[in-house]
């Protein structure tokens, strides 16, 4: 079965970080573009960050450079999101998606991880 498995979501302080996982099974994650999306209530999903699949290539969303840092482990065919200095606008249901740069098809959702940002 293939499928995208997110975990590592939790209550945070605002300052703290966060290590979320995105965990593939049935397909290999460096053959292709993975994303991070969030979508808080009441707002539309946006685009948090991307790892490109063969060229290294990363992008952030202006409000989380400098904070977020988006890596993979090919070994456990895993990517991380690790998001330091949390604020309380970064709240919100963090997605994985995996998508073939060649395949439009071959398109995958996570089910979401919730990460709240809270004293």
């Known amino acids: 079965q293939l499928q995208l498995v997110e975990s590592g979501g939790g209550l945070v302080q605002p300052g703290g970080s966060l290590r979320i996982s995105c965990a593939a099974s049935g397909f290999t994650l460096d053959h292709y573009t993975v994303a991070w999306f969030r979508q808080a209530p009441g707002k539309e999903r946006e685009a948090v960050s991307c790892s490109g699949s063969s060229d290294g290539s990363t992008y952030y969303v202006d409000s989380v450079k400098g904070r977020f840092s988006i890596s993979r482990d090919n070994a456990k065919n895993t990517v991380y999101l690790q998001m330091n200095s949390l604020k309380p606008e970064d709240t919100a249901v963090y997605y994985c998606?995996?998508?073939?740069?060649?395949?439009?098809?071959?398109?995958?959702w996570g089910q979401g991880t919730q990460v709240t940002v809270s004293s």
């Open positions: 998606n995996a998508r073939h740069p060649l395949k439009s098809t071959m398109n995958y």
